[in-house]
């Protein structure tokens, strides 16, 4: 099945720096890769996805970029603000053309504290 | 919408106790999750569905059993609870043609 390595497992920048966060994956047929951000106590709640045919995303502050060659996926933020600190998830799955899809693997989560 | 609900919030039980956590979603969805929490280990899969009458093992399935008798409701069943299932679980659910997966709020077990 798929494994999913997440780097680092805890981040700290400064605020206004930004923070990149990388994820392995070990299944080629994986096409769907969905970063989540979890505030303490909170539930996961997806931030940003890309799908595997297209290199890099962005959603203002936040970017995803894809190596489907090397298998790997990184998520980067600019401009932190105290308000990005949380731990950030990501995740992989196989999406099929119909929209069915297997199951999603996460990573073992990175704590990301933004220092004022 | 509600979205996914899960009930209780926390739960406190004893070693060998059942108990079922429970779970909701009015979105319609088709595919219903169940992840447990553990600090370093991220969301394991525990059992899904992807569909009423439908239901899977994920990675971590043991001690733990499911049914999808409606489309709305996701229940998980302890049969007797160990230490080990001292957790975070969470319930998640995503329509049949789309890749969101959406998260209901979280049930904390502790298990003495």
Known sequence: GENVEQHPSTLSVQEGDSAVIKCTYSDSASNYFPWYKQELGKRPQLIIDIRSNVGEKKDQRIAVTLNKTAKHFSLHITETQPEDSAVYFCAASIVGSSGSARQLTFGSGTQLTVLP | ?112
């Open chain 2, 1 to 112: 919408n509600a979205g996914v609900t899960q009930t209780p919030k926390f739960q406190v039980l004893k070693t060998g106790q059942s108990m079922t956590l429970q779970c909701a979603q009015d979105m319609n969805h088709e595919y219903m999750s169940w992840y447990r929490q553990d600090p370093g280990m991220g969301l394991r899969l525990i059992h899904y569905s992807v569909g009423a009458g439908i239901t899977d093992q994920g990675e971590v399935p043991n001690g733990y059993n499911v049914s999808r008798s409606t489309t709305e409701d996701f229940p998980l069943r302890l049969l007797s609870a160990a230490p080990s299932q001292t957790s975070v679980y969470f319930c998640a659910s995503r329509g049949a043609l789309s890749d969101t997966q959406y998260f209901g709020p979280g049930t904390r077990l502790t298990v003495l």
